[in-house]
């Protein structure tokens, strides 16, 4: 599947980001561009404290030339020093995120203020790249001709399974399910709606479908 950067930076948005460890709108833990976590530990996390000494040049810390930006240090507004982060502190922080509220009301940048540690940049890049990738080798066991759908209606799946979960996608929605696997696109567009989303993303994700069934009746391939 071609991942068009239209469609990446629209899945980034609907995602949102923060390089912080944060809760979904489902309470679980998160980081980056809605990658989820099961369990603190296994990242390169960074913590930033007054500046005394260079940051030691481990793998950890070389694994990102671009750098996230600079924070003060507000107790004494000095600049700070980046280190990686001890299993210790990311565990606090997980600790601290995890006993907060969490629903549509509590953004990620909420969950800021609770934390001392984050991923740089160009990490939180590599993880949603590997999402992607990640989804799309999980949904194509469930829709064998996947890689033969026209290309918006790759997307709206993939854009599914990114918000919901593969599994979800395939055993909840069952006539959206059978709409895929029958190729009936405009089908698919009135059966894809989610909830506890903004309907700007479910309306995006039902103008692919409807997009995919234009192709497909262009090509004489739209069902009757």
Known sequence: MLITQQFRAELKVYEG???????DINGFMTVGYGHLLDAAGGLPLQTKEPARAAAPATPQALLASLRAPSFLHEPTFQ????????RDEIQADWDAVASQPFGKKYAAGYYAQFTKTYLTLEFCETLFDQDIEQK??????RFDAFDT????????????????GVAK?????????QAIL?????????????????????????????NAAAISKAVGGELI
Do not use: G
């Open 79 to 86: 600049l700070p020093r980046i280190r990686p982060a001890t």
């Open 182 to 210: 029958d190729e009936d696109w405009s089908k698919a567009a009135q059966e894809c709606h989610r909830t506890k989303i903004d309907e700007a993303r479910n309306e995006a994700t039902k103008q692919r479908f409807l």
């Open 136 to 141: 799309i080798a999980e949904v194509r066991p």
């Open 149 to 164: 759908y026209p290309q918006p209606a790759q997307e709206a799946i993939l854009d599914m399974a990114f918000n919901l």
């Open 17 to 23: 980001f923060a390089n912080h460890l944060y809760r």
């Open 169 to 177: 996608l395939y055993n909840v929605f069952h006539n959206l399910r």
